[in-house]
């Protein structure tokens, strides 16, 4: 019963490194969202997919980048990591079919720190 | 793009009483699907109630239960016998039927449960 796995749960980047997030789901869902939450805030969607293999810019999309070569994986990709991008990072996937009441089920989040 | 709206950052409430925290949003569309997740300290994002727009009965969860008005375009969740455990932050959340299905978020409330 995974749902969706985020890896890792905690990083500190020095600024100018890269790192990928890591996201699977196990649910066979067909969306995938990236989110951030800074401190005290809401939800900022990063990058979203509609399917392996199509992906759109969310609110938030400049420094990231994110790709969906299966159903499964959705990882996402800091190139040039910035004091800005300190945050909680928040995979989620969600069905879009029939039923279209379904929520989105999160990862436990990446805690992430540039310094 | 669609707005969600939370206007109380912050929430409280005597153990035991019922509390009503307010939800309101902006969409032309006419069909849509709101949600409620609460985000506990360990940073969970857990759903907690789901409303489909094209039901005008409330969504009612065991002590949870929504106030939708359509016309309003508001979504109120009504939390009755609180207790410890519902201490969180609260997330009201939008989903579009268009625009890549995308979730929309509001900015939050706390809630603290006082014993």
């Known amino acids: 019963n995974a749902g969706v796995t985020q890896t890792p749960k905690f990083r500190i980047l020095k600024i100018g490194q890269s790192m990928t997030l890591q996201c699977t789901q196990d649910m066979n869902h067909n969306y995938m969202y990236w989110y951030r939450q800074d401190p005290g805030m809401g939800l900022k969607l990063i990058y979203y997919s509609v399917g392996a293999g199509i992906t759109d810019k969310g609110e938030v999309p400049n420094g990231y980048n994110v790709s969906r070569s299966t159903t499964e994986d959705f990882p996402l990709r800091l190139e040039l990591a910035a004091p800005s991008q300190t945050s909680v990072y928040f995979c989620?996937?969600?069905?879009?079919?029939?039923?279209?009441?379904?929520?989105?089920?999160f990862g436990d989040g990446t805690r992430l720190s540039i310094l | 793009a669609q707005t969600v709206t939370q206007s109380q950052p912050e929430m409280s409430v005597q153990e035991a009483e019922t509390v009503t925290l307010s939800c309101t949003y902006d969409t032309s569309e006419s069909d849509y699907y709101l949600f409620w997740y609460k985000q506990p300290p360990s940073r969970q994002m857990i759903l907690v109630i789901r409303?489909?727009?094209?039901?005008?009965q409330n969504a009612t969860e065991n002590r949870f239960s929504v106030n939708f008005q359509k016309a309003a375009k508001s979504f109120s969740l009504k939390i009755s016998d609180s207790q410890l455990g519902d201490a969180a932050m609260y997330f009201c959340a939008y989903r579009s039927l268009n625009t890549g299905n995308q979730f929309y978020f509001g900015t939050g409330t706390s809630l603290t449960v006082i014993p």
């Open positions: 989620a996937s969600s069905y879009w079919g029939r039923e279209l009441n379904q929520p989105q089920h």
């Open positions: 409303q489909e727009a094209y039901k005008q």
